[in-house]
């Protein structure tokens, strides 16, 4: 039994994430569930998210029109869903934000970049998927399912470590300098 206890002591840190970042998972998960979260987020976020597609390809010269959450690009008409609007991939992001050991205005500076910088990916990511289908219809499916998830995936993990690494300042130096302050010279 004193091993376990040492070994939680000296891997507490790391537990502590895991646990967090698993009860904010389920958290999130349940509030992207719940009713309320369906009847607008479910609805409003496709829809924000092919107006905002229709923008990136009309900057590029393509002629596009939005009607709700489906976006026409020329010949080639794409319907935007709530589970490609890159929800799920900011939840994640927003659990391993909250699970570690941070400030909480660092966190907060954490969940707006990191929010907003998967959402502009995103809209990026349905943008080049709108020509892909445009030009390339048959390789659509593949680059949506497959190649795009998973660079969305890099971009949720690059934006995490980024956050975790530039952006806060050491999270146990106050602790370590309360309890072995440095001597006077």
């Not at 349940?30 to 924000?48: C, G, K, S």
Request: glycine share 6%.
């Amino acid at each position: 039994m004193k091993k376990i206890v040492d070994f939680y002591k000296n891997n507490s840190v790391l537990f502590n994430f895991y646990l967090l970042f698993g009860y904010f998972s389920i958290l999130f998960y349940f509030f992207l569930h719940w009713r309320v979260t369906t009847d607008y987020i479910a609805v409003y976020l496709p829809i924000m998210i092919a107006r905002s597609v229709a923008f990136v390809l009309s900057v590029f010269g393509y002629s596009t029109s939005v009607a709700g959450p489906i976006v026409s690009v020329q010949s080639f008409r794409f319907t935007i869903i709530y589970h490609c609007a890159g929800i799920f991939g900011m939840m994640i992001y927003a659990a391993a934000v909250l699970a570690y050991k941070a400030r909480w205005y660092e966190k907060l500076y954490g969940l707006v970049i990191g929010i907003a910088g998967l959402y502009l990916i995103n809209t990026v990511r349905m943008a080049v998927l709108g020509i892909i289908g445009l030009y390339w219809r048959d390789y659509f499916d593949f680059y949506h399912e497959f190649l795009w998830q998973g660079i969305f995936i890099i971009f949720v993990i690059a934006f995490w470590v980024f956050w975790k690494e530039k952006l806060i300042r050491d999270p146990f130096a106050s602790e370590s300098s309360s309890e072995n302050p440095e001597p006077a010279k």
